[in-house]
């Protein structure tokens, strides 16, 4: 169960950057780094030089969509090496406090992922189609009584019936606190 007054809810992406931004979501809950700081973390994993912020984003974006294809996998994929090794400081910390599971076909295993995020502190991080192969990332999670959607193309959170509503369902990552 996630409290949604410890989640950053104001955070609204500017360009592609929905994959760091949905897992920066949850790495802000767990760490309490700034969302942003998860964009210039990767720049500074992949050398790549910003200035600011949202130069770090804008770049992110644009290397990220080039690096899944080179490497000819998900984009959660790519992410997920992050998370696992890169030594910068929000990866390093994020994989001590959280861990990710990948999904490949969400579809399949639908109803144990909406149990975990209904009875462990844990957030989803799911794609779907938003059209013909034009996916989009978003981060679902359990409050006490409802799911809940964090799209960070817009402020807040929504309630969504289930994770079927969103859409034509691909891949997901399953981020879970580490009882320590």
């Not at 910068?88 to 144990?112: G, H, M, P, Q, W």
């Not at 462990?120 to 978003?138: G, P, Q, R």
Request: aromatic share 14%.
């Amino acid at each position: 169960m996630i409290e949604v007054s410890k989640l950053n809810t104001i955070f609204i992406q500017s360009c592609g950057s929905c994959v760091l931004a949905s897992y920066a979501v949850v790495g802000n809950y767990f760490t309490g780094f700034p969302i942003e700081q998860f964009f210039e973390d990767y720049c500074r994993h992949f050398n790549q030089s910003f200035n600011t912020w949202q130069e770090a984003e804008r770049i992110y974006a644009n290397h990220f969509d080039l690096e899944w294809k080179i490497r000819k996998c998900e984009g959660y994929k790519v992410l997920l090496n992050l998370h696992n090794n890169s030594q910068e400081a929000v990866f390093e910390r994020s994989r001590k406090i959280f861990s990710a599971t990948f999904y490949t076909d969400s579809l399949n295993v639908l109803s144990k992922l909406e149990k975990k995020l209904e009875n462990e502190k844990s957030f989803l991080n799911i794609t779907f189609e938003v059209y013909a192969n034009v996916c989009h990332s978003v981060t679902a999670f359990y409050d006490k009584e409802n799911l809940l959607c964090r799209d960070t193309r817009f402020p807040g959170v929504v309630p969504i019936a289930s994770l079927m509503g969103l859409g034509k369902l691909r891949d997901s990552v399953l981020y879970s606190k580490i009882e320590q």
